[in-house]
């Protein structure tokens, strides 16, 4: 573990966060910015990275470095399970941190469990669910059933808090933090965005960013730029296991030459300044980092009304459309490039409520009064 200098209002914690991260990812944002945040206010971090074994270096591991986020790496294979939850073990005997904080299914069963044999507090953030396929909806169940032994476990919006709860989650358990800005992103100037992703600098641009996979909606995004009156063209930033039967949607709907297909970019938050308009056309999600990083970009909103995307645009700062409706989506897509105006009121609004509600301060503050809570809680029993 690694400690830097700072001020701690309270005794400092020592915390190590466990995940098993993708590339990029909203989940992987939210740990290197709490890690950044919590480092800035003096307590010991580290942050264990669970990857298989690969010749090439990971991206979430070389931003942490750039980041300057302490971090190990433990390489085990897809199913080594007895392995990992041992070597886990042996470095939290080592470590003593004061709370393990896990994200993830893995880390979730098998982090928490090594943790909680060491005498280290548990905490977890619930980042969502997809719920597709039988195999997903078992180890959301196992994941879901993990948490009545943290100590503390933390749903990003009210919708995952009210599912956790029908899911036999204990109330007392229960903190809602909706994520905030992290303050590690900086739009880049529009010109140099859209150089960056290969667009023309005079087109209009709707753009989607995301794991182009079923939850995500890419197949409504498509379906939404279809109706849409060319020059209007879509960037798609990300991949996924759905990529190759969006780009056959994409030249069945007859606009295969108005799609920009940038693939998986690093630090994609980045980019968002090169839109004329960002839109999130998910069937389901948690408190979106993308969204909070669009909005803190002052880039115009189109998104549809599910998980905790509503508690976050409130007001004028986004509009909201029912999931599965192009139609509507595309409706207002086209209201927002038609009117100077509510682009500029969406977009004051945002700057505004980024300060009000979501700022990087505010956000690790709520986090600490979590960590805080839960070295002093009771270990839960019998909830297994």
């Known amino acids: 573990m690694s400690q830097r200098p700072g001020r701690a209002r309270e005794p400092a914690i020592r915390i190590t966060h466990v995940l098993a991260p993708a590339p990029f990812g909203g989940l992987e944002e939210v740990v290197l ?37 302490p971090l190990d790496v433990l390489e085990v294979g897809a199913r080594s399970y007895l392995r990992e939850f041992r070597e886990l073990r042996r470095r939290f005997a080592a470590d003593r941190p004061d709370i393990v904080h896990t994200h993830g299914f893995r880390p979730d069963v098998i982090g928490a469990l090594a943790a909680r044999s060491v005498g280290a507090a548990t905490v977890c953030t619930v980042h969502g669910f997809t719920g597709r396929g039988r195999k997903v909806r078992l180890y959301e169940a196992l994941q879901t059933k993990a948490f009545r032994r943290m100590r503390a476990v933390v749903p990003v919006s009210q919708p995952l808090r009210e599912r956790l709860l029908r899911g036999g989650v204990p109330d007392a358990l229960l903190a809602v933090v909706p994520n905030g800005v ?50 209007v ?39 968002l300044s090169a839109f ?15 969204l909070l990083e669009a909005m803190q970009a002052g880039v115009p909103l189109v998104c549809t009304a599910v998980g905790g995307i509503p ?33 500029s009121a969406q977009v004051a609004s945002s700057s505004d409520v980024i300060g009000r509600r979501f700022s ?19 270990e839960p029993r019998g909830r297994a």
């Open 233 to 271: 063209g879509g960037c798609v930033i990300g991949s996924g296991p759905l990529e190759g039967e969006m780009r056959a949607l994409a030249r069945e709907l007859g606009i295969q030459d108005r799609v920009r297909w940038a693939g998986a970019v690093a630090s994609a938050g980045e980019l």
């Open 360 to 378: 990087t301060e505010l956000w690790i503050e709520r986090y600490e009064a979590v960590y805080r809570r839960a070295l002093y809680a009771p």
């Open 33 to 69: 910015g709490l890690s950044v945040g919590f480092l800035a206010r003096g307590h010991a971090l580290g942050v264990l990275a669970v990857l298989e074994p690969s010749s090439t270096p990971h991206p979430f591991v070389e931003r942490a470095a750039a980041l300057g986020v």
């Open 311 to 343: 508690d976050v645009l409130q007001g004028v700062e986004g509009a909201l459309v029912p999931s599965e409706r192009p139609d509507l989506l595309a409706a207002a897509v086209g209201r927002l490039l038609a009117s100077d105006d509510l682009r």
């Open 276 to 290: 004329d308009v960002f839109v999130m056309s998910s069937r389901t999600e948690g408190t979106p980092m993308v």
């Open 182 to 231: 992290t303050g590690l992103l900086h739009p880049r100037e529009r010109r140099e965005a859209r150089r960056g992703l290969g667009l023309d600098p005079r087109s209009v641009t709707v753009g989607w960013i995301g794991r182009v996979s079923l939850e995500k909606g890419p197949d409504v995004f498509l379906r939404a730029l279809a109706e849409l009156e060319a020059p």
